[in-house]
């Protein structure tokens, strides 16, 4: 098994920014993928930024491009998510992720451990 361990998060202004974090523990030889999503109150799971584990290669969805970026640790087996030029419509709880499949899914069933969850919440 995976353990995701989040930190960071919380409540920010309008254009501020924030950084996730997410530790991996256990069998961490098994991740191939490494992905971010939120869910907002009455909303679905939304992909937000993946990172291929070994060669480190990026997908944003639309709506973070240019603003958040997606990194890698491997010798501290951690993801980061470094939100900039926060938005109000940003406010969710974010989830990161581990999975085994190819390229970088979106879709939160292709991925087989998570993360407990932090709020981030955008004041505008």
């Known amino acids: 098994q995976v353990q995701l361990v989040q930190s960071g998060g919380g409540l920010v202004q309008a254009g501020g920014s924030l950084r996730l974090s997410c530790a991996a523990s256990?069998?961490?030889?098994?991740?191939?993928?490494m992905g971010w999503f939120r869910q907002a109150p009455g909303k679905e799971r939304e992909f937000v930024a993946g990172i291929r584990w070994s060669s480190g290669s990026t997908a944003y969805a639309d709506s973070v491009k240019g603003r958040f970026t997606i990194s890698r640790d491997n010798a501290k087996n951690t993801v980061y998510l470094q939100m900039n030029s926060l938005k109000s419509e940003d406010t969710a709880v974010y989830y990161c992720?581990?999975?085994?499949?190819?390229?970088?899914?979106?879709?939160?069933?292709?991925?087989?451990?998570w993360g407990q969850g932090t709020q981030v919440t955008v004041s505008s």
């Open positions: 992720a581990s999975g085994v499949a190819a390229g970088v899914p979106t879709t939160p069933i292709m991925y087989k451990y």
């Open positions: 256990g069998r961490t030889f098994s991740i191939y993928v």
